[in-house]
């Protein structure tokens, strides 16, 4: 897979954590693109 692939893929799993509190602020996922 390309790397941006896997980025955005690492990405999504940050955003649903279980935990609120372990998910990236908007912010932070603004920069991680």
């Given at each position: 897979m390309p790397d941006e692939t896997v980025r955005c893929i690492h990405i999504g799993l940050?955003?649903?954590q279980d935990s609120p509190n372990e998910r990236?602020?908007?912010?932070?996922?603004?920069s991680f693109l």
């Open positions: 940050l955003c649903v990236p602020l908007v912010s932070s996922i603004m």
